[in-house]
Structures are given as C-alpha cells and as structure tokens.
C-alpha cells in the first residue's frame, strides 16, 4: 500500500475544516485533538469527530492524533477509539513500546499507530518502539524536541535524532519515518529547505500545519517523473537479461543490485509496484 507523502492537520474542535482538508490535496488529514485543542474543548471535540467520522464511507486516510498517555484525556481518547471507525492513530510524546500497545489494544484488528517522537526518552527508545506490533511509521515532532532538549534552533541539533529515527524505521522494516511541521506557512524557502533536511536523512514525508504547504511537500517528497522513467527503464533493463550472462547499462551506466533496488524503491514511493 502507497502511504501519504504529506499529512495535514486540523483541529478536532473545527468540523467545518474537515471537508476543506480532505480537499486539500494531503495525502492524510489529521484531526488533532492534542494541541490544537484547548482543554475545556477536548470533550466537543471528541463528538465532533466521532459524528463525522461515522459519515465516512472510507477512513483510509483520516489519522486522528490523540493526547499523550501521561495526560487526563487519554482514556477518553481511547474510548472514542473504541466507539469510531478510526484505525489510524497518531501517539504523541510515545516512550516507549508498551505506549503503543496500550493504543492499539483500542483500535480495530487492522488499526495501526504512528507513534510521535518528540522526548529525548523517546529518541532513546526509537528502536524499541519502531519494532513494536502495530506500528506503520514514526513521527518526528521536531518542535517538542528541541523543547525538550533546550535547542539552539540550528538544525544541526536536529541529525542525531532524525538519524536514530531513519536507522530504527528501515531497521524496523516499516515505511520511511514523516517529517516535522514547517511554523513557517508563507516562507517556500523555509519550507523547501526543511524538506531538503528531511529528505537527506531518507524521511518519506511530511506533516503540514497550513493547505498552502500540501502542493511544495508533495512535489518535493514524492519522485518526479524523470526519476520514475529513469526507474522503470532499469527495472526492464533488468528483466530483458534476466535469463543471459551480461552486463545492463542504462544512460550509459552499469546497473547493478544496488542501483536495481534504488530504481524499485523509487516505483515503490509512486505507487507504481
């Protein structure tokens, strides 16, 4: 399955957003009842999302972000879990493997969880978490890290832990890990050069806090058409001396495995394998 190059969010507590981010162009809208949700607005808010999401032939793409296992609204965020067809769900602030357990023992068979890494004891503990049951892809919450580390804003600050979180997620086997948010809605510049950040660590896509940031993440997380008939022309390379003894060029460059997994992966990305 193809997952979403970009994620946007909304607040739970806005139903009237809700129509307007699916029609955004993101890959996946999050209905956030964490941060964007004041606390005397929790409980409304947790209505509104379970009155919408049972209208909603096709909640593939919906994730809804809860509030943290530490915090007093988890176990209501649980139950509405239990009463909705949600099956994806983002865990803030997630420590360690047994936080993803406890969510996922509120989801259906199929429900998966993306847990957020935005503690030091989390990045600690990424590996533990990227290989626990039910985990489809880790988050990097960029901004409640460099809280909680005390950063500078250098985004050199920032290698260590998107390193971890890249090595644990392929280590994990799971799909690429998804990028911070950009505080930055009107600066493209801003925006492309925390894609390119993102993007040198291997991350496969991107939370969005704004509709305008859909169009530059997508175009930047997802592999251009240049890079998929590059693919697919090695890919059949590949596949027309399969059964012989020689050497495949393409472009007038030898292919060998590794440049065949590159050119699989990048068809993997698109959708196109």
């Not at 509405?80 to 406890?102: F, N, Y």
């Not at 169009?215 to 596949?239: C, G, H, L, N, Y």
Request: with cysteine; net charge negative; proline share 5%.
């Amino acid at each position: 399955m193809m997952l979403p190059f970009t994620y946007l969010f909304v607040p739970g507590n806005r139903p009237e957003r809700f129509v307007k981010a699916q029609a955004a162009g993101a890959g996946a809208i999050i209905l956030d009842l964490e941060d964007a949700v004041a606390p005397d607005s929790k409980a409304a808010a947790r209505d509104e999302i379970a009155r919408w999401c049972s209208s909603q032939n096709d909640a593939a793409n919906i994730v809804l972000r809860i509030n943290d296992r530490q915090s007093p609204w988890f176990a209501d965020d649980l139950a509405l879990l239990r009463d909705s067809r949600i099956r994806l769900v983002m865990l803030p602030k997630t420590e360690s493997a047994d936080d993803v357990v406890a969510v996922l023992a509120a989801l259906p068979q199929d429900g998966e969880v993306l847990p957020l890494i935005e503690t030091a004891r989390g990045v600690r503990r990424v590996e533990e978490i990227a290989a626990a049951a039910g985990v489809q892809r880790i988050v990097f919450g960029t901004i409640d890290y460099a809280l909680d580390m005390n950063l500078s804003g250098d985004e050199r600050g920032l290698i260590y832990p998107a390193s971890q979180i890249a090595l644990a997620s392929r280590c994990a086997g799971i799909a690429a890990p998804v990028a911070g948010v950009t505080l930055a809605i009107d600066d493209e510049a801003v925006l492309l050069a925390d894609l390119a950040f993102a993007r040198a660590f291997g991350f496969g896509a991107k939370l969005c806090i704004h509709p305008r940031q859909v169009v530059a993440t997508e175009r930047a997380m997802a592999p251009t058409e240049k890079e998929i008939d590059w693919a697919q022309r090695v890919v059949a390379a590949v596949a027309m001396v399969s059964s012989v003894q020689g050497a495949v060029q393409v472009d007038g460059k030898m292919v060998d495995k590794p440049v065949l997994l590159q050119a699989e992966g990048i068809l993997a990305r698109a959708g196109r394998r």
